[in-house]
């Protein structure tokens, strides 16, 4: 039996299930995976590209069918992104992340993550509303602009992760990796604080209160979901699910880190701040007092539901470019689309670049070892990971600029369509440019010190700085007593060993013996090979 394109089109009448869209999306996914896989050694191609280029191929076939009616096989709510299919992909990036390597770097990559996001959102802000006034855009007004600065400023570096090898460079992954993520949760916690306030006119108490917003929604997201993720920890280990059967406890994890993204989006908070962080608590509590198998199969089906939803937004937006509605709402003024996609391409390289370097420079300043500090070749690296745009910055722009996904008014239209060519665009061709640019920027083994990672991440490296040479206190295999330097002299030298050294004597002291987890870190770096 062939499958109907021209009923694809259609949406379903009230009541009706879309059985046909739903079918074709099903049928993409599968020739995702396939094709995927086959291109998966050559690694010039990605996940993201994938999906792009079967959306765009399954569009002009639609295109064609019915005769350049419509390219899509359905329309949704921009909210479907945010209840659906965002959380999946948050909650496996905090819960699959490398914590010791983000936290050991944690200064480095908040100051990436936060203050860099807010600096590229007030230049794409700033600039889109200088600029854009020439182009006729009208309708758009100071909070639309500052909208578009939330959504370019949300970077998707999947094509350099995947390039990158963890174990060769642990560093620059790391700040890849973990700046990545912290600028996805900064992107739409900006991006809903925009959304609170009148800004127009702008004044001094105006500002005050909007950064006393963004800080409160910062913080009682981020308490909101640590303590879901304590709460799940505590009662696995409580009532061990995992003695009647193990499908009661991956259940109740995977939905308790969804009832944090639920709750923080009721009480008007970032549910992915919060599920993020939650993420990140489950993997280091809750995941321990899991059974055996119950583990094995949390870590597989976190990063199946993100695959898939990552997967079907890059296949929806490959679909959505072809759209005909969109493009002829632009095409009596083709040209002003065209320069408004590149000047906002140029925005995001500019506010990027305004980004990294500074902020790179200021962080070195701060190491006094020069194997610590971030090289220029590290520093292009992490510019250029940051230059392609993806799932959230498309959820973002289609909730702001659409409603169940069309836009009434040419202006928005020209927002959708230039979020759309630039997604496309930069994931396509410096996606494809990526591989080549790592291998001339990137050496391998550029982790500072003469450590090994393996050794670098162990709990005995943590302690180091806190001995004087190196050595345990007590005797070293002389019988030489050897003293401890202070605390406070630590803290000023190496502040982010000594907060490591102090959390996790808490940690192990107070944290997990009420809220369980593995004190053998031997046992955690063989569980993430799974």
């Known amino acids: 039996m062939g499958l109907n394109l021209d009923s694809v089109i259609k949406l379903s009448d009230a009541g009706e299930a879309p059985i046909d869209p739903i079918t074709l999306f099903v049928a993409l996914l599968c020739v995702c995976i396939v094709i995927g896989n086959l291109l998966e050694k050559n690694r010039w191609m990605n996940v993201s590209i994938t999906a792009l280029a079967i959306g765009l191929c399954t569009g002009i076939i639609i295109l064609l069918t019915t005769k350049g009616k419509s390219s899509r096989s359905f329309l949704f709510n921009g909210n479907l992104f945010f209840i659906y299919l965002l959380p999946p992909i948050i909650f496996s990036a905090g819960f699959q992340m490398k914590k010791k390597r983000f936290f050991r770097n944690f200064i480095t990559i908040n100051v990436f993550g936060a203050v860099g996001t807010f600096i590229s959102f007030s230049i794409i802000s700033i600039g889109s509303a200088q600029i854009f006034k020439k182009f006729g855009l009208g309708s758009l007004d100071l909070g639309d602009y500052f909208a578009l600065g939330a959504i370019f400023a949300a970077t998707d570096s999947v094509c350099t992760l995947q390039v990158l090898n963890q ?25 809903h604080a925009v959304q609170k306030f009148d800004l127009v006119p702008i004044t001094s108490a105006m500002v005050i209160r909007f950064a006393g917003s963004f800080l409160y929604l910062f913080i009682s997201s981020t308490l ?62 809750t995941l321990h007092n899991l059974s055996e198998s119950s583990r094995v199969t949390t870590k597989h089906v976190t990063r199946l539901f993100s695959f898939i939803s990552e997967t079907f937004i890059f296949l929806y937006v490959g679909m959505d470019a072809l759209d005909i509605e969109k493009w002829n709402a632009v095409g009596k003024s083709p040209g002003t689309s065209i320069a408004v996609s590149s000047i906002l391409f140029g925005l995001v390289m500019v506010g990027r670049a305004a980004s990294i370097f500074p902020l790179s420079y200021l962080t070195n300043l ?11 070749k590290q520093q292009v690296t992490i510019w250029w990971a940051g230059l392609m745009r993806g799932a959230v910055s498309v959820a973002l722009a289609y909730n702001k600029f659409t409603t169940y996904g069309r836009s009434q008014v040419r202006d928005n239209d020209i927002i959708i369509t ?3 060519t ?85 940690d192990n002291s107070f ?20």
Request: hydrophobic fraction near 40%; charged fraction near 15%; charge should be positive.
């Open 511 to 530: 944290m997990r013996p009420i809220f369980g987890g593995s004190q053998n870190s031997h046992s955690n770096d063989l569980l993430q090979q799974y």
């Open 366 to 376: 701060a190491k006094k070892s020069p194997s610590d500090r971030i090289g220029f």
């Open 422 to 506: 630039i997604v496309v665009f930069s994931n396509v061709v410096f996606g494809l440019l990526t591989k080549p640019l790592v291998r001339l920027m990137v050496q391998p083994n550029e982790e500072p010190g003469n450590m090994t990672s393996f050794e670098l991440s162990s709990p005995r490296s943590l302690t180091i700085p806190f001995l004087s040479n190196g050595l345990d206190s007590g005797s070293d295999s002389g019988g030489t007593h050897i003293q401890r330097r202070s605390s406070l002299a630590m803290l000023l030298t190496k502040p982010t060993y000594t907060v490591h050294y102090h959390w996790r004597n808490f």
């Open 418 to 420: 230039s979020t759309i």
């Open 167 to 191: 174990e060769e460079t642990p560093l620059l992954y790391s700040l890849v990796f973990g700046e990545g993520v912290v600028n996805d949760a900064t992107s739409v916690v900006l991006f």
């Open 224 to 285: 909101l979901g640590i303590a879901v993720g304590l709460m799940s920890a505590y009662v696995i280990k409580k009532l061990y699910f995992g003695r009647h059967s193990s499908n009661r406890e991956v259940a109740l994890m995977i939905l308790m880190a969804y009832l944090s993204y639920m709750m923080a989006e009721l009480c008007r908070l970032s549910g992915i701040l919060s599920v993020f962080f939650c993420g990140i608590v489950m993997s280091h509590y």
